[in-house]
């Protein structure tokens, strides 16, 4: 994504969106009480994160970006790592295609993470909403990359090799000895098994949002409060 892009989300998006907000709603076949439908097929994810990732994501397309996006991951990184806080969703029929385990990094803390950071070197895990990239056999084996779309909170992804890739460490049953899973250095580490059928559908201009209850970010990010992610949460909100 090109710098103009991210200026474009973190300065412009209250007048890029106020015009229309329908070519955002038909690029993925969103409209009101889509997170509700999305919830009834994933029952154990919080209704209020899932309303923010679809807000974010009507804010990103509503500035052009990920147009043609048709898929969502939702991390929720306020649930323990030994459980599985990672859901993948086919935005256009509204079905569920994964529910994973994922890793934080080391500079989160724990089994629980507490802290989040944009700075390299922290091998602290990103909060917000990122479009993906294309994907690259590195040090970690088949691996996605992945753009930040928030400015300050996790634009420099690509700079810190923010990546989604498979693991051995991510192993729930092995890892219970430990209290936790093992970490990354700030990547969504999945287990090995199934990171590439993951990463398959993943690629490529999709979207995956990190949630945690940083105050900060909620109260900063440009992509929780321009119109077009108002209007969504207004809607989800009516839709109840």
């Known amino acids: 994504m090109s710098a103009l892009a991210l200026t474009a989300l973190a300065c412009g998006a209250a007048s890029a969106s106020t015009a229309s907000t329908e070519p955002a709603v038909r690029s993925v076949g969103l409209h009101s009480g889509a997170a509700q439908r999305l919830a009834r097929v994933a029952p154990a994810i919080d209704p209020q994160v899932l309303s923010l990732a679809l807000a974010a994501v009507q804010c990103a397309q509503a500035s052009g970006v990920g147009m043609a996006a048709q898929r969502l991951a939702v991390i929720d990184y306020s649930m323990p790592s030994l459980q599985r806080r990672l859901w993948v969703f086919d935005l256009r029929s509204h079905r569920l295609l994964y529910r994973e385990w994922v890793a934080h990094g080391s500079g989160s803390g724990g089994n629980l993470p507490t802290h989040f950071s944009n700075e390299d070197g922290s091998h602290a895990s990103s909060v917000g909403l990122f479009v993906t990239g294309d994907t690259y056999i590195g040090r970690n084996g088949y691996s996605l990359r992945m753009d930040g779309l928030e400015p300050g909170f996790n634009d420099a992804a690509m700079d810190r090799a923010i990546v989604m890739h498979g693991a051995d460490y991510v192993n729930a049953t092995a890892d219970q000895a430990m209290g936790r899973l093992g970490r990354s250095w700030g990547c969504p580490a999945l287990r090995s098994a199934v990171a590439r059928p993951i990463i398959d559908v993943m690629k490529d201009g999709q979207f995956v949002f990190a949630y945690y209850p940083e105050q900060a970010w909620l109260a900063r990010s440009a ?14 909100r009516s839709s109840h």
């Not at 321009?226 to 949460?233: D, E, F, T, V």
């Open 223 to 236: 992509l929780l409060h321009c119109p077009a992610a108002q209007l969504a949460l207004a809607a989800e």
